[in-house]
């Protein structure tokens, strides 16, 4: 295994984040882990990365694993080139080796350019392009596709698929499920600090998914029933949309909420 | 990482310009009044310099407390502090790279501002100068630590901005920086002592105007020390490497 927990428990005060999570991710995979806001990604992340220390369980992990954290950390007076170098010298990397995560990255029209006056988009790029510039065994991207252009998107997941196929492990936490069917990742998902379900992306449709009406009515309450029968509905529905056996309704049935929420 | 803060210094200077080159100004504006002020307080005919180099080498390396805080905030405000910490830095290394660009800057500070004196303002030691160079040394690790102290006691950047500045220039003209202390006002007199620049002052009027040798100068350099310590401390206490700070935004 690259990375392992087992029962790890972590607590910010009074407040459980995780509780008890075992967690694993075999050289050469890629497993997102789903969850809403607050339920503990970002704090599993961060103690696999080695930053915060769980109050009980075990960690291992294979190598010093790459991070590109939830928010972006990136040196703004520096060109995106320098930034690659300057964590690559941190990790006794050679410049040249740094840069060739340009292209793949899609900077290297940018490489000379100051980090702070990238988009956005450009700047999650490097970002993350930094969290794997010594080629780690085990790579942690946390949301890395939030708010991401498509340009950026696609050369996230591209980057993510070229390092699965090179055999890192990479954990990845996202609410874009799409996004994970278009990887074929497997999947983990985290709830309030305890992981509720875990499998490939088919064992959890098999186990999980129904097929669903979401109904809203016009006063914005929605309700959910299972099946695919739209008849019977009355004249205060503004829409009705069948949601088929998918990591949506999977996730639907296992959160009780939509993915974008 | 000491690339890094050099590689960063490259790219924004001015702050650290202005710390050598401010001091240079104003000894240059001050330096004839104060050779009258110097010849009230029992020096006559000593140049300016004498007090004005000190001086100003203090109250400028004072601000070398400001350049370690934000050295250290504005890498939280990058959001590349847990970066660096998962880069496998151990606080040790992390905190080294952090005060080896400022050292470099207070050192070049002292050099420049000293030979400057010696050159162009008449600056003469009477006594020794190996008693001058423990003081700016002692003078220098004391800032580098409480800049350290700030970085690990203060939570914004706000409070840094207030707490270092502002105190660097009430601790430097309480102590003697800008005019010797004893022109100055009566009530300050006895309450100069809490500011560690009036021991440096004291040390170096004793090296620079009274023929003092090293020996001469081990009480001021012990209470420079005592002051290290305490700043030493309060890093160690309240030094997380997790510890949230608020910078901009
Ligand atoms: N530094 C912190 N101090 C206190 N509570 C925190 C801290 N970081 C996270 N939490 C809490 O822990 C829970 C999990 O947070 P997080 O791991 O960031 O979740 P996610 O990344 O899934 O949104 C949340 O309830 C959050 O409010
Ligand atoms: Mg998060």
């Known amino acids: 295994m690259s990375l392992a927990l087992t029962g790890v428990v972590k607590r910010y005060g009074e407040r459980v984040a995780l509780d008890g999570v075992d967690f694993s991710v075999p050289a050469g995979a890629v497993v997102a882990l789903l969850g809403p806001n607050g339920a503990g990604k970002s704090t599993l992340v961060s103690i696999a990365a080695g930053l915060l220390a769980p109050d009980s369980g075990s960690v291992s992990v294979r190598g010093r694993p790459g991070l590109a954290p939830q928010e972006i950390g990136i040196y703004p007076s520096l060109t995106v080139r320098e930034n690659l170098w300057a964590f690559a010298e941190l990790y006794g990397v050679s410049r040249r080796r740094a840069e060739r995560w340009l292209e793949p990255f899609v900077l290297t029209e940018l490489a000379d350019r100051p980090a702070g006056r990238l988009s956005g988009g450009e700047q999650r790029r490097l970002h993350t392009a930094i969290a794997v510039v010594h080629r780690p065994k085990l790579v942690l991207l946390d949301e890395p596709t939030a708010g991401a252009d498509t340009q950026t998107r696609s050369a996230i997941l591209d980057a993510v698929r070229g390092l699965a196929g090179d055999g890192a492990a990479v954990v990845y936490t996202t609410h874009y499920l799409p996004e994970i069917e278009e990887l074929g990742a497997d999947v983990a998902l985290l709830e309030r600090g305890r992981i509720i379900a875990s499998g490939t992306i088919e064992e959890l449709v098999a186990r999980h998914a129904e097929s669903l009406v979401e109904i809203t009515y016009t006063d914005g309450r929605t309700e959910r029933r299972p099946g695919t029968s739209l008849h019977g509905l009355g004249d205060d529905v503004v829409r009705a949309e069948v949601i088929r056996p998918s990591l949506e309704s999977a996730y639907l049935a296992l959160t009780g909420r939509r993915s974008a929420e | 990482m000491i690339r890094n803060e050099l590689r960063l210094l490259r790219h924004d200077p001015v702050p650290a310009a202005v710390l050598v080159g401010m001091p240079l100004v104003l000894m240059t504006l001050l330096s004839d009044a104060m050779k009258s002020t110097l010849a009230a307080g029992g020096h006559e005919g000593a140049p300016g310099s004498a007090q004005t180099v000190p001086g100003m080498a203090c109250v400028f390396a004072s601000f070398a407390i400001a350049v370690v805080g934000f050295a250290i905030f504005r890498e939280h405000g990058w959001r590349t502090w847990p970066r660096l910490r998962a880069a496998g830095l151990s606080g040790r290394k992390l905190i080294g790279g952090k005060l080896a660009v400022p050292a470099l800057l207070v050192t070049a500070q002292h050099v420049v501002l000293f030979g400057f004196g010696v050159l162009f303002l008449d600056l003469e030691v009477s006594g020794s100068w190996l008693a001058v160079i423990f003081i700016a040394a002692l003078f220098a690790t004391l800032v580098l630590v409480a800049g350290l102290a700030a970085a690990a006691a203060l939570s914004t950047i706000q409070q840094v901005n207030a707490v270092t500045n502002l105190g660097a220039m009430a601790l430097g003209g309480l102590g003697g920086g800008f005019v010797p202390v004893d022109s100055l006002p009566e009530w300050v007199q006895p309450i100069a002592p809490l500011s560690p620049v009036y021991w440096a002052m004291d040390g170096y009027e004793t090296a620079i105007l009274e023929g003092g040798g090293v020996g001469d100068v081990l009480g001021p350099l ?28």
């Open chain 2, 222 to 249: 012990a209470v420079l020390a005592a002051f290290t310590a305490v700043f030493a401390g309060i890093a160690l206490w309240r030094f997380k490497l997790d510890a949230p700070k608020r910078t901009w935004g």
